[in-house]
């Protein structure tokens, strides 16, 4: 229903916009306001029937495919939409990309001619769109299958011999499922700390946690933080951040509208998209240790009282719609002596702690009331008063195995800043890419093919092969030589916080998931019998 107001709101009246919104009580409004500025321009352009006469009919979406380079997703589609005077939730897709990659993903945007799209590959140097069709519905997370990666492993120590048997065994038997440190951030604060704030109802918590000062962050973040540490004026702190998209701008614009201590109201401006990527931080660290104590507990097998996801399973229902999330959860079953036979680790799933979920039905139950207990948190609390801060969980395998896995060894030289690989605009723009070389000055590299799943980390595929530190420290490690080796590239990062310099802090920055990531049994070493 609300759907329908919204679009009778912007069908009859243009120069207004709606907006839906939640009291403290959990009331759900609709609040309808003069449309101003770009928003009344917006109403303009999207109602006229003239703007849009080559609009295919039956179609509401432009589908498009997004390269970008050194831009997280939504910082890209933030860029995209003030050049575009379109809004964040204007634009759909399937799945979040990483900053530190050269990506390519599918996104739809609302009513939005092709030739307009087409005009942004001559603003941006590390952003293209192409490839546009006109669609009926939009993407929506977790709508894709999974994920190709092309990796490039540089300065590779270890014989031939041994880098093949580590990635025979990848292969073969595959890797624990942990979430990679992306999902937590690699600052002193990490995004899940924000989201059990956000929880456990904490909203000033939740508020100075996303406005605290951190390192190695774009200079007018950095600025705008100053301004509300030292200043408490949210209207002057936003005014630094008004022509960006990120969950800081959101914040400090909700807090100059709604008070500077209305925080409940103030979080509820930041679009659903990157509250829920806090919310989920905190599900995916809780699952992150216990699956690691599951492991250390019962080793790399099924037992019973596990949870399992049936191997016929799929997200998509015989009549071809995706199935919702009810239907989804239907499909996990608890082991029992009759069935233990049947599943092996791959079957095997913990859950994400949330409200529509079921757990172990062994000790692993007890694990995540005592661990959400130690924050303040229990099982029904899960689902809180406001819906917008709710869970409702989901399962994930522990143990998957990357498919269309191939790898190929290269050589270059040592000083070479050329990339190994070209990527998809290097291609179209027949861009010189590093020539293999021989010699004393050569290095050994690696290129490794492989795709995942939905929601699978490659990051943790290349931890296990490598057996790399992935903790807070080297994480700050990796973004200074990221820096330093692309100097033209990282800008508007304040050189004064380049890096963390007190390691100290951010070893003890609530430990982040380093205790999560550290567990007992060594996949690499556990051959494939011994984990089927």
């Known amino acids: 229903m609300r759907k329908v107001l919204h679009h009778t709101v912007r069908e009859l009246f243009p120069s207004l916009v709606s907006v839906s919104a939640e009291r403290e009580d959990g009331t759900r409004i609709i609040r309808v306001s003069c449309a101003r500025g770009r928003e009344a ?54 799945g979040t990309k990483d900053r530190r990659a050269i990506t390519a993903q599918e996104v739809t945007v609302d009513h939005m001619l092709a030739s307009d799209l087409e005009k942004m590959n001559h603003h941006f140097h590390h952003l293209r769109v192409g490839n546009f069709r006109y669609v009926s519905e939009p993407l ?18 270890g014989s031939d011999e041994d880098v093949n048997a580590a990635l025979t065994s990848l292969r073969d038997v ?160 608890v082991i029992d002596e009759s069935s233990l036979e049947k599943f092996t680790i791959y079957d095997v799933v913990m859950p994400l702690p949330g409200s529509s979920v079921k757990y172990p039905h062994h000790e692993a139950e007890q694990w995540y009331k005592d661990f959400l207990e130690k924050d303040g948190l229990d099982f029904k609390s899960l689902t809180p008063k406001l819906k917008q801060f709710g869970l409702n969980g989901d399962y994930r395998h522990i143990v998957v195995k990357p498919i269309d896995v191939s790898w190929s060894f290269l050589k270059y030289d040592r000083g070479e800043k050329l990339p190994l690989v070209p990527s998809d605009k290097d291609l179209l723009e027949n861009a010189p890419v590093a020539p293999e070389v021989s010699g004393d000055n050569a290095v050994r590299g690696l290129r490794l093919n492989l795709s995942l799943r939905t929601s699978c980390y490659a990051t943790m595929a290349i931890r296990e092969v490598c057996k790399m530190d992935t903790s807070p420290v080297m994480q700050c490690q990796y973004a200074r030589t990221h820096r330093r080796n692309h100097p033209n590239v990282v800008k508007g990062v304040e050189e004064s916080t380049e890096d963390i310099t007190d390691m100290d802090a951010a070893k003890s920055s609530d430990n982040m998931v380093t205790a999560a990531m550290e567990h007992t049994d060594d996949l690499s070493s556990v051959h494939q019998e011994d984990i089927a």
Not at 140 to 157: P, Q, S, Y
Not at 240 to 257: D, I, N, T
Request: net charge positive.
């Open 140 to 157: 929506t997370l977790g709508a894709h299958g999974g994920n190709h990666f092309i990796l490039v492993l540089r300065c590779l120590e």
């Open 41 to 94: 321009t917006r109403g303009a352009r999207v109602n006229n029937p003239r703007r849009f006469g080559s609009w295919p009919k039956d179609s509401k979406f432009l589908r498009f495919v997004l390269f970008k380079e050194n831009h997280d997703t939504m910082d890209a589609l933030s860029l995209l939409g003030m050049k575009l005077n379109k809004r964040p939730q204007s634009f759909g897709y399937a």
């Open 174 to 333: 595959g890797f624990v499922n942990y979430f990679g440190m992306q999902r937590f951030g690699t600052s002193t604060i990490s995004t899940h700390a924000v989201g059990r704030a956000l929880i456990c109802g904490n909203w000033e918590k939740a508020t100075e946690l996303i406005l605290t000062n951190r390192h190695g962050e774009p200079a007018a973040v950095g600025k705008a933080r100053r301004i509300w540490t030292e200043t408490r004026d949210a209207a002057a702190a936003s005014k630094v951040l008004r022509h960006r998209a990120c969950a800081e701008a959101y914040l400090l614009r909700g807090l100059a509208k709604f008070g500077g201590t209305n925080y409940c109201n103030a979080l509820g401006t930041i679009p659903r998209n990157i509250r829920l990527l806090h919310l989920h931080s905190y599900q995916s660290f809780v699952w992150n240790t216990l699956t690691s104590r599951r492991i250390q507990r019962y080793g790399l097998k099924p037992v019973i009282g596990d949870l399992a996801r049936l191997p016929s399973s799929s997200k998509v229902c015989e009549d071809g719609r995706r199935k919702t999330g009810s239907e989804h959860m239907s499909d996990v079953v």
